[in-house]
């Protein structure tokens, strides 16, 4: 495939972007007003945004215009993790998009950013939903990529009804503005005649959590990276799936595709998959009690990382659990921050206090049945902000609305108005919180939080709470995933470990 500045012709280029990672799962669902909180933006504004949707328009808009191309960007909405959306909701954007598409006269590639796990109160999945409308506009000659998040459900009839699909590979996604340019790479060389893409699937028959800031992750990305230098490999990619969102694609996959190869594609996926299915054992999580986490951190030096694992709004939970805060407050704990929960009414009743006020709060249990029991304190308002936001991916803006912080006994809070996991420091110290000089900080987030605190941490460590992020992967109540038999549930579902075995005999008897 050729790559860098287009030559031949100009051509019509059009970017949309449309994103929800859907806990089907959680007992709330994410409306109108989700989608204006997390970023809602059209046109050239969308150009504009501070999101990672943004900046991966904006690299489509200046590589188009590099090219001599034109570049139409459509409608970018985002909402944080959640329930189900609204089926109004989303059929509204949709119908916003394919009205754009129309508008924009002839279009030659269609670029479209999404998540991949979003899906409506109906059960409907939204990307394939939404390329299969894209196509009724655009014809067979037009070409359609997606760029999708890995914890997707990534499913065949995507893959047909889109030309290109490129995996995101890291987890903190920090590489979407790296797929972006991929996946433009391969749709304006198809569209050129330049490139022929095709795809296979590889179904590990797993379901996980596969963070890939440490091994044996780091070396299996790696890998996959390693495959794309073969020559007619366009992309390869590993869909974590994304355990909490109960679909008949649901679970681990890996995605090759190459360049007029389909015979590659389908030995490269298999070779690829059949890798990460024999690192799954090493992968199973092995998480600490919230008790067992809180004494490794009384007994370590420096600042030590808690990661609330069961209660983050980044896969889809309310953000008001306070299992872990309890836990610190009934030890003793000092010298600690912990956030940020999602309370509105709280953090209204701290503004209308002002700061320095003592207030008697009842903080968290609020939304359903997996935040839990809420918690009764006497807090000092130590600050609020009208409206904070933290650093969020790839550097961009997270909002987080009306904010405070409290202290209670020794414990810093911070209690915000947008629900959103913790990125990263700066959703403490926008509130002036000095995280870097505490001895304990604990994140409502399971992964995304470890790019930016690493840096001051000692220690990083995930915890088993409570919450709607089941991390027992064998156990999730699933109703509609396809295959039920599936690793941790069942030991070897693919059946490999006796090949192995029976490999490993034959090579004995040479």
Not at 393 to 407: D, K, R
Not at 444 to 462: D, G, M, N, P, V
Request: aromatic share 6%; proline share 5%; glycine share 10%.
């Amino acid at each position: 495939m050729t790559r860098g500045p287009a030559t031949r012709r100009p051509l019509g280029v059009f970017a949309a972007g449309l994103q929800c990672e859907t806990n089907t799962f959680s007992p709330f669902v994410a409306g109108l007003q989700a989608f204006e909180e997390g970023g809602l933006l059209r046109g050239a504004a969308a150009l504009e945004g501070q999101g990672a949707d943004h900046a991966a328009a904006r690299l489509w808009r200046d590589l188009s215009e590099r090219d001599g191309h034109r570049f139409t960007p459509s409608l970018f909405a985002l909402a944080h993790p959640s329930g189900p959306t609204v089926q109004s909701v989303y059929e509204g954007f949709r119908d916003e998009i394919v009205a754009d598409l129309r508008a924009a006269g002839p279009v030659d590639v269609v670029l479209l950013f999404l998540h991949g796990a979003m899906v409506t109160t109906q059960r409907v999945s939204c990307e394939v939903d939404l390329v299969r409308a894209v196509r009724a506009v655009v014809g067979e000659k037009a070409v359609i990529g997606v760029e999708l998040d890995p914890h997707c459900h990534l499913s065949q009839e995507l893959i047909e009804a889109a030309d290109a699909v490129v995996l995101m590979k890291e987890y903190p996604h920090d590489d979407f503005v790296g797929r972006a340019r991929d996946l433009h790479d391969i749709c304006v060389a198809t569209a050129l005649g330049e490139a022929h893409p095709c795809s296979a699937i590889f179904d590990c028959r797993m379901v996980g959590f596969y963070p890939t800031t440490g091994q044996p992750m780091l070396g299996f990305v790696d890998a996959m990276r390693a495959a794309e230098r073969e020559p007619a490999v366009l992309s390869v990619g590993l869909a974590h799936g994304f355990p909490w969102g109960d679909m008949s694609a649901s679970g681990s996959r890996v995605l090759v595709t190459t360049n007029d190869a389909p015979a590659l594609a389908e030995a490269t996926a298999a070779s690829i998959g059949r890798q990460f299915y024999r690192l799954r054992q090493a992968l199973l999580p092995s998480l600490p009690t919230i008790d067992e986490a809180l004494d490794s951190a009384a007994d370590r030096p420096g600042l030590t990382v808690l990661a609330d694992m069961g209660d983050n709004p980044g896969g889809g939970a309310p953000g008001d659990n306070v299992a872990l805060l309890r836990r610190m407050l009934a030890r003793g704990v000092t010298n600690a921050a912990v956030g940020g929960f999602w309370d509105p009414m709280v953090a209204r009743m701290c503004r209308e206090a002002g700061r320095g006020a003592v207030l008697d709060l009842r903080l968290g249990g609020k939304t359903g049945k997996a935040s839990g029991d809420h918690l009764d304190l006497r807090a000092v308002v130590r600050n609020y902000v009208e409206d904070h936001h933290q650093v969020g991916l790839g550097g961009s803006t997270c909002p987080l609305g009306l904010s405070a912080w409290i202290e209670a006994d020794g414990i810093d809070i911070v209690v915000t108005s947008i629900r959103a996991q913790t990125f990263d420091p700066s959703m403490f110290t926008g509130l002036g919180i000095d995280v870097a000089a505490r001895n304990v900080v604990a994140v409502k987030s399971s992964q995304h939080f470890h790019s930016r605190f690493q840096s001051i941490a000692e220690t990083i460590l995930w915890v088993a709470t409570p919450g709607a992020l089941n991390m027992d992967f064998a156990a999730i109540d699933y109703a509609r995933k396809s295959d039920a038999d599936y690793f941790p549930r069942t030991a070897d579902p693919l059946g490999l470990d006796g090949e192995a075995a029976h490999t490993a005999v034959e090579k004995d008897d040479e």
